[in-house]
């Protein structure tokens, strides 16, 4: 055969191939295609590699005791775990050079954005180091009020590349709607539990009857969800203030190591401790018993009653 005839019949035999080629496929992939709607849409967790560290900025969906699942500009979603060593903090501002606001952890919350630095562990998850956030963002995540928009006009300044991510906050916010806004406020606590113990005259020490009260107290707890402990120290008018003020902050922090050293109640349950001297006083500080009932710390066991009344899931951890 002549090169030139194969040189012809080579254009009939590539298109000879593909024509068999393209009437195979069907078959090949309507046996491995599985039939639509056979998988219910279901929350897709995006593990993390074991030790590897990263950073991911995006919005809070969901949110349990110690973690919270958050969904980045990719729509993918992550699982973080927050831990007695994570840190939170608002974003600094020019006026306080850079030093950004203490939040709890139960701050958090649904629809909040956020950036979150740590590193991933064995079971997929994102081990928080640190979370940040600005507080503008954190008003919109409470109050949700649509008219504004705030959510996106707060995240449009954190990126050029808003608009998936502001659809993102978006569906957020409507679950947080559909929940009948039950997060108003961060100071929108119960008082669950409270105890009153008293010290000697110049003292820090924890007396016997003080230890059981806060034996009683403890116990309640770790019974509890969503809780947080706040504890108040104080002192009567004897000596001067400024000693009123360092002595009634060590009588706080004597009742929190009792309680987080003796019946392990995580650190990062409690509200930062305060020594407020002899400026609350309950009684009179010109008698002895009234100066012996100013001697005292006050601690009261908090429950958030938004994510109390929203917890989507039983099992919330207790502690």
């Given at each position: ?8 019949l ?18 090949v ?10 998988i219910?849409p ?7 590699p ?11 969906m ?33 006026l306080?050079?850079?030093?950004g ?19 991933g ?6 081990v ?18 649509t008219?504004?928009?705030?959510v996106?006009?707060n995240q449009e ?44 005259l ?17 116990q309640?707890?770790?019974?509890a969800?969503?809780y ?11 000596g001067?203030?400024a ?13 929190i ?27 009179d ?29 039983p ?5």
């Amino acid at each position: 055969m002549k090169v030139n005839e194969i040189m012809r019949l080579r254009p009939l035999a590539l298109v000879c191939g593909l024509a068999l080629f393209f009437a195979a496929t069907p078959m090949v992939f309507a046996q491995q295609t599985p039939a639509k709607n056979t998988i219910k849409p279901t929350l897709k967790i995006q593990s993390v590699p074991n030790g590897a560290k990263v950073k991911f900025r995006g919005v809070v969906m969901s949110r349990d005791a110690d973690t919270f699942t958050m969904r980045d500009r990719n729509r993918t979603d992550y699982e973080v775990l927050l831990t007695g060593a994570t840190s939170v903090k608002s974003e600094g501002s020019l006026l306080r050079l850079g030093i950004g606001k203490k939040y709890a952890m139960a701050d958090i919350l649904r629809g909040l954005i956020i950036e979150v630095e740590g590193r991933g562990n064995s079971q997929g998850q994102l081990v928080a180091d640190k979370v940040r956030f600005r507080e503008s963002d954190l008003r919109a995540a409470i109050t949700t009020d649509t008219r504004v928009n705030p959510v996106e006009e707060n995240q449009e300044r954190l990126s050029g590349q808003m608009d998936e991510l502001a659809t993102i906050a978006a569906e957020a916010r409507n679950e947080v709607r559909q929940a009948n806004e039950r997060i108003t406020s961060l100071d929108d606590y119960d008082v669950q539990e409270t105890a009153t113990v008293n010290f000697s005259l110049n003292s820090a020490v924890l007396s016997p009857d003080a230890r059981r009260q806060l034996d009683a107290l403890a116990q309640k707890a770790l019974t509890a969800k969503w809780y947080m402990v706040e504890v108040s120290g104080h002192a009567d008018s004897t000596g001067s203030d400024a000693k009123n003020f360092v002595l009634s902050q060590r009588r706080a922090e004597s009742v929190i190591q009792y309680l987080a050293v003796t019946h392990k109640i995580p650190v990062r349950r409690f509200v930062t401790p305060m020594g407020y001297g002899k400026t609350e006083a309950v009684a009179d500080n010109k008698t002895a018993s009234g100066r012996a009932q100013n001697r005292r710390v006050e601690v009261k066991v908090l429950l958030n009653r938004g994510m109390s009344q929203g917890a989507s899931t039983p099992s919330a951890a207790k502690q």
